[in-house]
Nanobody
Framework: QVQLVESGGGLVQPGGPLRLSCAASGMTRIIFSTYTMGWYRQAPGKQRELVATISSRGRPNYVDSVKGRFTISRDNAKNTVYLQMSGLKPEDTAVYYC?????????WGQGTQVTVSS
């Protein structure tokens, strides 16, 4: 059974950095490395939105609001995807979710809370 577990969230001051991790289990390294991984976020009262994706070949893609501030990466040897966030703003406050779509099935983690506040 595929499981995604996020970690690394917390409270950070505006302008500060934070790194999120998402560890995938229940799949082989080959399977993990084959599929695009993504990070989404959902702020209170808002719909879940795509933040960044990284293809099997390591090609990243970002929503405009985080370009230049966030970096997505993956370590296929560890079945882990990361989201390095810098220059955080209060509007980045949200629950961040890891996603993987395998054979047309979406898998989600439980989410990790990121709060940007002074």
């Amino acid at each position: 059974q595929v499981q995604l577990v996020e970690s690394g969230g917390g409270l950070v001051q505006p302008g500060g950095p934070l790194r999120l991790s998402c560890a995938a289990s229940g799949m082989t390294r080959i399977i993990f490395s084959t599929y695009t991984m993504g990070w989404y976020r959902q702020a209170p009262g808002k719909q879940r939105e795509l933040v960044a994706t990284i293809s099997s070949r390591g090609r990243p893609n970002y929503v405009d609001s985080v370009k230049g501030r966030f970096t997505i990466s993956r370590d296929n040897a560890k079945n882990t995807v990361y989201l390095q966030m810098s220059g955080l703003k209060p509007e980045d406050t949200a629950v961040y979710y890891c996603n993987s779509r395998i054979a047309m099935v979406d898998y989600w983690g439980q989410g990790t809370q990121v709060t940007v506040s002074s």
